[in-house]
Nanobody, 121 residues
Framework: QVQLVESGGGLVRAGGSLRLSCAAS????????MGWYRQVPGKQRELVAD???????NYADSVKGRCTISRDNAKNTVYLQMNSLIPEDTAVYYC???????????????WGQGTQVTVSS
C-alpha cells in the first residue's frame, strides 16, 4: 500500500510562486512514476506534470516554462515548483504515484488527498 501526502498549497497572488510537496510512504517494490494533477469543480482532473523513474518528464502546455517537477528518490518525495502563477492555476492539486507492490505483479496508480491552490488576481 502506498500513501501520498501533499503539502504546500495555499493562497497566492498572481505572479507569485508555490512549491508543492508530496511524500510517499508505505510498502512498495518501486515507485515507477510520480506526478501532479489538478482538478477544478465541474471539470475532469488533468495532468500538470509527471516524471518516470529514469528521468523523463512531461508537462501540460498550460504550465510549460512556469512549472518544474523534481523528485528526491531518497525521500520518496516529488515536488512541483510553480512560478508566475495565474488565476487559471487555481485548483485542487493531487499527487499521483505509479508503484509496483511488494508482492510484485503489475503496477498500480495511487492518489493523494489533494491540496488547494488559489491564485488571486
Amino acid at each position: 500500500q502506498v500513501q501520498l501526502v501533499e503539502s504546500g498549497g495555499g493562497l497566492v497572488r498572481a505572479g507569485g510562486s508555490l512549491r508543492l510537496s508530496c511524500a510517499a510512504s508505505g510498502r512498495f517494490f518501486s515507485i515507477n512514476a510520480m506526478g501532479w494533477y489538478r482538478q477544478v469543480p465541474g471539470k475532469q482532473r488533468e495532468l500538470v506534470a509527471d516524471g518516470r523513474s529514469r528521468g523523463s518528464t512531461n508537462y501540460a502546455d498550460s504550465v510549460k516554462g512556469r512549472c518544474t517537477i523534481s523528485r528526491d528518490n531518497a525521500k520518496n518525495t516529488v515536488y512541483l515548483q510553480m512560478n508566475s502563477l495565474i488565476p487559471e492555476d487555481t485548483a485542487v492539486y493531487y499527487c499521483n504515484a505509479v508503484a509496483t507492490p511488494v508482492a510484485g505483479g503489475y503496477e498500480y496508480s495511487y492518489w493523494g488527498q489533494g491540496t488547494q491552490v488559489t491564485v488571486s488576481s
